[in-house]
T-cell receptor, first 112, second 113 residues
Framework: GENVEQHPSTLSVQEGDSAVIKCTYS??????FPWYKQELGKGPQLIID?????GEKKDQRIAVTLNKTAKHFSLHITETQPEDSAVYFC???????????FGSGTKLNVKP | EPEVTQTPSHQVTQMGQEVILRCVPI?????FYWYRQILGQKVEFLVS????????KSEIFDDQFSVERPDGSNFTLKIRSTKLEDSAMYFC???????????FGSGTRLTVV
C-alpha cells in the first residue's frame, strides 16, 4: 500500500520568514495530494490541494509543488504569521472516493 | 461555512463497554468516512461509506466496529467491546462525488480505561 513520509516533524520560524514542509509518497497511482492544517482542539482543515496533472498551485501565501517523477510534494508558506502556527498534515490518495494516506504531521511554530 | 459535527467531543469508557460515536455530515455530501489517530501516530483510515453500505474498510475495522446512517443525517461508528488500544481521536469526514478533498469534523477523543 501507499506510504507517506513527512518532514520535518517540528519547524520553528520567525514571523515573516518562509516555511517549507516536504512529503514523499510511494504509490505511483496516487493522484491527489491535499494539505490539512489542524489547530488545537479542531479537526483537520483543508488548506490547499493538488492533482497529479499539475506541477504547482498557489493560493495567496501558500503554495504546493508536486514532482511526480520523484514522488514528492511540498507545502510552502511565505510571510508566515503567528496564526499559521498549527500542525500540518500532507496526504495522498488515488482520487475520488479513495482513502487518504496521511503523513505524520509537522508542528509549525511561528515566533512573533 | 458548512461543518461536519461530531459528538461527544470526549468520551471516557470502561474496557469492554460499547460506545457510539456520532457524526452529522454536511447535508448534501454523499461519501462518508471514519479515521482515527492514536496519540503520536498517523491519522489512519477506518472505513468509507456510500449509498447506505460500506465501500471499503481497513484491517483495523474488525467485527468489533460497525457503522450506520440510521436516519439520513447522522453517521455513527459503534465499537461493541472497547479495548485499551481503541483509545484515540476519531474523526468523521464527508465529501461529494468529484470533490476529492474531505471536510473533517473536530473529532471525538475516546479514552478507554
Amino acid at each position: 500500500g501507499e506510504n507517506v513520509e513527512q518532514h520535518p516533524s517540528t519547524l520553528s520560524v520567525q514571523e515573516g520568514d518562509s516555511a517549507v514542509i516536504k512529503c514523499t509518497y510511494s504509490d505511483s497511482a496516487s493522484n491527489y495530494f491535499p494539505w490539512y492544517k489542524q489547530e488545537l482542539g479542531k479537526g483537520p482543515q483543508l488548506i490547499i490541494d493538488i492533482r497529479s496533472n499539475v506541477g504547482e498551485k498557489k493560493d495567496q501565501r501558500i503554495a504546493v509543488t508536486l514532482n511526480k517523477t520523484a514522488k514528492h510534494f511540498s507545502l510552502h508558506i511565505t510571510e508566515t504569521q503567528p496564526e499559521d502556527s498549527a500542525v500540518y498534515f500532507c496526504a495522498a490518495s488515488r482520487g475520488d472516493f479513495n482513502k487518504f494516506y496521511f503523513g505524520s504531521g509537522t508542528k509549525l511554530n511561528v515566533k512573533p | 461555512e458548512p461543518e461536519v459535527t461530531q459528538t461527544p467531543s470526549h468520551q471516557v469508557t470502561q474496557m469492554g463497554q460499547e460506545v457510539i460515536l456520532r457524526c452529522v455530515p454536511i447535508s448534501n455530501h454523499l461519501y462518508f468516512y471514519w479515521y482515527r489517530q492514536i496519540l503520536g501516530q498517523k491519522v489512519e483510515f477506518l472505513v468509507s461509506f456510500y449509498n447506505n453500505e460500506i465501500s471499503e474498510k481497513s484491517e483495523i475495522f474488525d467485527d468489533q466496529f460497525s457503522v450506520e446512517r440510521p436516519d439520513g443525517s447522522n453517521f455513527t461508528l459503534k465499537i461493541r467491546s472497547t479495548k485499551l488500544e481503541d483509545s484515540a481521536m476519531y474523526f468523521c469526514a464527508s465529501n461529494i462525488p468529484g470533490d476529492y478533498g474531505y471536510t473533517f469534523g473536530s473529532g471525538t477523543r475516546l479514552t478507554v480505561v
